[in-house]
């Protein structure tokens, strides 16, 4: 084997490229602690450099339509050209404009999504996820609109004994979504009670209650579900297409079959 076509079987084999992606996000990670030294600088610029041949390569030996049709490849593509302006780091020493540079390699980490592509079925599975988010869309506008309307109220009513957490209605937003979440149910109408008579504290306990009660165990539950069943609805489908196309398989060869035997019979009768 010659020396080009080795380098272009190593460019385009995907499992030894994503061994590569790997030690190169553990050297990101590690290069974390070591922000000055220029030593990871250059470790950095040779990965980016490596990723950048491998797309080159790639687009040489399948041509470019090929290589543009295969969604990895795109996702590939556009992380290494973002990572790109991180060579730059060679030419400059350690600043806010070093620091900017360094933000763009760390985009690079996200190639680790590679590992995806060795899932088995995973077109199938994504498809699935697909399905699953057009079935819940609804359900999920649906759940936000319900949470923008009590945001709201709550920041009305609760405004001026909690605002901290209802000053506005962005705070109050976060605050019924970490509510329905279950993130300090129990804190958020115990401040309330703070602030105001024992009659509202009680309401306000009441009330909180009963909006996790809905929102939280109910609201999310529901779009779960209604999620993980369509999700598990799209397989099912193509498992019942599959039993169908078998069953008429099976279906066709009795068929034949009897058509066969009464063939045979008649054929017996003649010759009697």
Same mark, same amino acid.
């Given at each position: 084997?010659?020396?080009?076509?080795?380098?272009?079987?190593?460019?385009?084999?995907?499992?030894?490229? &994503?061994?590569?992606?790997?030690?190169?996000?553990?050297?990101?990670?590690?290069?974390?602690?070591?922000?000055?030294?220029?030593?990871?600088?250059?470790?950095?610029?040779?990965?980016?450099?490596?990723?950048?041949?491998?797309?080159?390569? =790639?687009?040489? /030996?399948?041509?470019?339509?090929?290589?543009?049709?295969?969604?990895?490849?795109?996702?590939?593509?556009?992380?290494?050209?973002v990572a790109v302006p991180s060579l730059l780091n060679l030419f400059f020493e350690t600043g806010y404009a070093t620091n900017i540079l360094l933000s763009l390699r760390t985009l690079r980490?996200?190639?680790?999504?590679?590992?995806?592509?060795?899932?088995?079925?995973?077109?199938? &599975?994504?498809?699935?996820? %697909?399905?699953?988010?057009?079935?819940?869309?609804?359900?999920?506008?649906?759940?936000?609109?319900?949470?923008?309307?009590?945001?709201?109220?709550?920041?009305?009513?609760?405004?001026?004994?909690?605002?901290?957490?209802?000053?506005?209605?962005?705070?109050?937003?976060?605050?019924?979504?970490?509510?329905?979440?279950?993130? %300090?149910?129990?804190?958020?109408?115990?401040?309330?009670?703070?602030?105001?008579?024992?009659?509202?504290?009680?309401?306000?306990?009441?009330?909180?209650? /009963?909006?996790?009660?809905? %929102? %939280?165990?109910?609201?999310?539950?529901?779009?779960?579900?209604?999620?993980?069943?369509?999700?598990?609805?799209?397989?099912?489908?193509? /498992?019942?297409?599959?039993?169908?196309?078998?069953?008429?398989?099976?279906?066709?060869?009795?068929? =034949?079959?009897?058509?066969?035997?009464?063939?045979?019979?008649?054929?017996? =009768?003649?010759?009697?």
């Amino acid at each position: 084997m010659t020396k080009s076509n080795s380098i272009k079987s190593f460019f385009t084999n995907d499992k030894l490229m &994503l061994s590569v992606v790997v030690v190169n996000t553990i050297t990101i990670f590690i290069g974390g602690y070591y922000n000055a030294s220029r030593t990871f600088v250059w470790i950095d610029s040779f990965f980016t450099l490596l990723f950048l041949v491998e797309a080159f390569v =790639k687009i040489n /030996v399948y041509g470019w339509r090929r290589y543009w049709n295969d969604g990895w490849n795109r996702f590939d593509f556009i992380i290494t050209l973002v990572a790109v302006p991180s060579l730059l780091n060679l030419f400059f020493e350690t600043g806010y404009a070093t620091n900017i540079l360094l933000s763009l390699r760390t985009l690079r980490v996200f190639k680790s999504f590679r590992l995806l592509k060795f899932i088995p079925n995973i077109s199938g &599975l994504l498809r699935g996820i %697909g399905v699953a988010i057009r079935t819940s869309f609804i359900v999920c506008v649906a759940f936000a609109v319900l949470l923008l309307i009590i945001s709201i109220l709550s920041s009305t009513i609760f405004g001026k004994m909690a605002p901290d957490l209802f000053g506005d209605p962005g705070l109050s937003l976060f605050t019924i979504f970490r509510l329905f979440t279950g993130d %300090g149910w129990s804190e958020i109408p115990n401040e309330i009670a703070a602030n105001s008579t024992e009659l509202v504290g009680r309401l306000s306990r009441v009330i909180f209650a /009963v909006l996790f009660f809905v %929102g %939280g165990i109910l609201g999310l539950s529901l779009v779960n579900s209604i999620f993980v069943d369509a999700l598990a609805g799209d397989n099912n489908d193509e /498992v019942l297409h599959r039993i169908d196309i078998l069953e008429k398989k099976i279906d066709g060869i009795a068929s =034949k079959q009897v058509q066969t035997g009464a063939q045979e019979t008649e054929t017996q =009768k003649d010759v009697s």
